[in-house]
């Protein structure tokens, strides 16, 4: 006030209403949207990581069972640091087989160390005698000092080595024992979430076409149905009247692996007919029964 009773300032310099300042224009609208926008890059990520995963398993299941059978050829698991450091330890190395006419000094390959053994060593040719019946390879590690100490036949060559590939052995070495049955497990739900990242790339190209408000748009949640891994004597199924590949066709299931007594089997029922698979599988007298939940994220 002044001493005569007036305003200090003109009535119109009073503002009517208090102005709030929000740091970084940030209105509850924008809060809303922000919020929105991390909830859905977080679906994006978990999504990205699960087929990443899935990825990750199916191409280790391509290198070991797919490519050796499709080519005849072997998956080995290096146990020896002979081959270091060309072909590192626990590393795996696929067999193709070979003309051995073809082979030539230089070559890595892999030999059958003694007639009707299961035993193989996999080393490069250091020197070829073509003039004996077969034919005789000398073959030598490279990190060992000397050759190998008898020359091999070229009956007992198995194949030349087309590729290798490190630290896949343990992978390997679970797939072919009890343990195996989790990473199988494990690989069916990486193609469930290969299948959800592919759905839910699609679903926002759709909805960017459609001019879809980003702020409106909710990414679908992952949704995997359950699964199943059994593990079947081959003989029991024989007793119920039909073969591992014959039992997964008509019951919908995926063969995943077979030696001649066991096979593993996949299956992906229905929630409501979960029950009833496994009381047909039981009646099977499986070797081991794992049924995964249907996991939901919201």
């Not at 000094?105 to 073509?130: L, S």
């Not at 494990?186 to 299948?195: E, K, P, R, T, V």
């Not at 995926?254 to 496994?278: F, K, M, N, S, Y």
């Amino acid at each position: 006030m002044t001493p005569d009773g007036g305003p200090l300032l003109p009535r119109a310099a009073l503002p009517s209403e208090p102005t709030v300042y929000r740091r970084g224009n940030v209105t509850p609208e924008r809060t809303s949207a922000t919020r929105h926008w991390l909830r859905a890059s977080l679906r994006w990520v978990a999504v990205a990581v699960l087929a990443l995963f899935g990825l990750v398993v199916l191409g280790a299941v391509a290198v070991l069972i797919v490519l050796p059978r499709a080519t005849h050829g072997s998956a080995l698991t290096v146990l020896t640091g002979s081959m270091t450091p060309a072909i590192p330890v626990g590393s795996v190395v696929l067999d193709r087989p070979v003309d051995t006419r073809t082979l030539q000094v230089g070559d890595i390959a892999t030999y059958q160390a003694k007639p009707g053994v299961a035993e193989f060593i996999t080393h490069r040719i250091v020197r070829i005698d073509r003039s004996t019946v077969p034919a005789s390879f000398i073959f030598k590690g490279d990190a060992n000092r000397g050759a190998d100490a008898d020359p091999v036949p070229a009956t007992a060559i198995r194949g030349r080595v087309w590729f290798h590939l490190p630290y896949l052995g343990a992978v390997r070495d679970a797939l072919h024992g009890t343990s195996g049955l989790g990473l199988l497990a494990m690989l069916g739900l990486g193609g469930y979430s290969i299948a959800q990242f592919w759905s839910l790339l699609r679903e926002r190209r759709r909805n960017t076409d459609g001019q879809v408000d980003p702020d409106t748009y909710v990414a679908p949640a992952l949704v995997v149905r359950p699964m199943i891994l059994v593990s079947l004597q081959r003989s029991e199924l024989a007793s119920a009247g039909g073969s591992p590949e014959d039992w997964a066709h008509s019951h919908d299931a995926i063969l995943v692996g077979q030696d001649e007594a066991t096979c593993q089997l996949l299956l992906a029922p229905a929630e409501d007919e979960v029950e009833a698979a496994v009381d047909l599988l039981r009646t099977l007298k499986p070797i081991s029964l794992l049924v995964t939940e249907r996991p939901v994220h919201a």
